[in-house]
């Protein structure tokens, strides 16, 4: 990852939780363990919802924000 990104994964059961913080003043792209993830948190919403699907391994994570995405 860039400097100033913290990022790190959790395995509950069968499923894999990704965690990532960019203090940075500028957007940056994560790649992901795997594919196909389902974003929880981003820099506008919270929840145990899925906001949208990530098909692939790459995120886009905006500047000084925290994302949570959950493997599928």
Do not use: H, R
């Not at 990022?7 to 792209?29: M, Q, R």
């Not at 974003?39 to 905006?62: H, Q, R, S, T, Y």
Request: net charge negative.
């Amino acid at each position: 990852t860039d400097d100033n990104v913290v990022a790190y994964t959790l395995k509950e059961g069968n499923k894999k939780i990704a965690v990532i913080f960019n203090s940075n003043n500028k957007d940056v792209e994560v790649k992901l363990p795997e594919n196909n993830w389902s974003l929880l948190v981003n820099e506008n919403i919270a929840g145990i919802d899925e906001i949208k699907k990530i098909e692939g391994n790459l995120i886009n994570i905006k500047a000084k924000s925290a994302y949570v995405l959950i493997s599928e």
